[in-house]
């Protein structure tokens, strides 16, 4: 009696590893369906173009030292009135001429020992102003030519000029469409080597922009924008995965 039974638990146990393995291999099978179904290649975009700025803005600052604030104030405005004249001469108009507010500080005296005291020696006034353009010519030969005010007594410094490109979104559009191809390009390439070929997109994603000098190879994770020089190079980037079968 005993032998029937154990003969009939060898059945038993023999009856469920072949349910075990058949169990596997479907479940093995459907993994590897699910796999291909979701495989594919991985590639990155690329689009370059070549830009020239079309606004420019330049900032000045004069400054002017006077024991009396109000004979400070006289200066002040005095330089900027010959500054904004020089300006006219040079085609600028004035509407393009932005003042900002006249900024005062007071120097004290100091006694014997260096030590700064509260008797008022003097104030110093300073007064910014930018320049906006669409001539970007002219505002790189603002920066250069300004310092002839200088020889007209005016204390005055001179920022370097800011380039910038107006029309960048609908640029940013093209070159994400040039991305797009460069990347189905490559996928097709991978896919080929591999014996397989590209189906539809599984994702794709937008990468930043990079806006350089034009022979730079500068890039950030952030993104960059060039204003130093007038002409630029964008660059866009995109991400996308592509099921191949």
């Keep these: 009696m005993a032998d029937v039974n154990k003969q009939s638990w060898y059945g038993v146990a023999a009856i469920l590893s072949l349910g075990l393995v058949v169990s596997a291999f479907v479940s093995g099978r459907a993994l590897e369906k699910m796999r291909s179904a979701t495989d594919g290649v991985t590639v990155k975009g690329v689009a370059e173009t070549e830009i020239s700025s079309d606004l420019a803005t ?85 920066a250069k030519e300004s310092t002839q005010l200088i020889r007209e007594g005016i204390a005055f410094r001179s920022y370097p000029p800011s380039y910038y490109f107006t029309k960048l979104e609908d640029l940013k559009l093209d070159l994400l469409e040039g991305a797009a191809e460069n990347a189905k390009l490559r996928a097709e390439r991978l896919a080929k080597s591999s014996g397989n070929r590209v189906a539809n997109i599984i994702s794709a994603s937008q990468g930043i922009f990079q806006i350089t000098q034009r022979n730079s190879t500068e890039t950030a994770s952030w993104g960059m924008y060039d204003t130093s020089t007038i002409e630029k190079k964008v660059r866009a980037v995109v991400t996308m995965r592509y099921r191949t079968e």
Excluded at 63 to 69: C, G, L, N, T
Excluded at 88 to 93: E, F, S
Excluded at 101 to 128: C, P
């Design 58 to 142: 330049w900032r000045g600052m004069l400054s002017a030292r006077a024991k009396d604030m109000v004979d400070g104030y006289d200066k002040i405005e005095l330089h900027l009135t010959t500054t904004i004249n020089f300006l006219l001469k040079l085609g600028i108009t004035e509407e393009a001429i932005e003042e900002d507010t006249i900024n005062i500080s007071t120097q004290f005296k100091r006694n014997d020992k260096g030590h700064t005291t509260s008797e008022i020696e003097g104030y110093t006034l300073t007064q910014t102003f930018t320049v906006t353009t669409t001539d970007v010519a002219l505002a790189k030969r603002l």
